[in-house]
């Protein structure tokens, strides 16, 4: 597939697609959630830290969609 702007081929294979295995690598590594503490606002650590994959999740495909734009 060519682009229209430069008439050169597209091509996926940018290494920043490998940043996008860190949102699904990172749930997977139970050792960093099998804890009850520290609790944030109440809250225990598992369902904090469920959040948090979620913006890390975001941030990392922001990057890759911006720097393979």
Known sequence: MSSPETGQERSDRSPWNWLLFVPIVLPLLT???NSDEPRVAG???FYWLQLAFIIVGVVCTTIVY???K
């Open 43 to 45: 809250f225990p650590l």
């Open 66 to 68: 911006r720097m393979t």
């Open 31 to 33: 050792f960093l959630f």
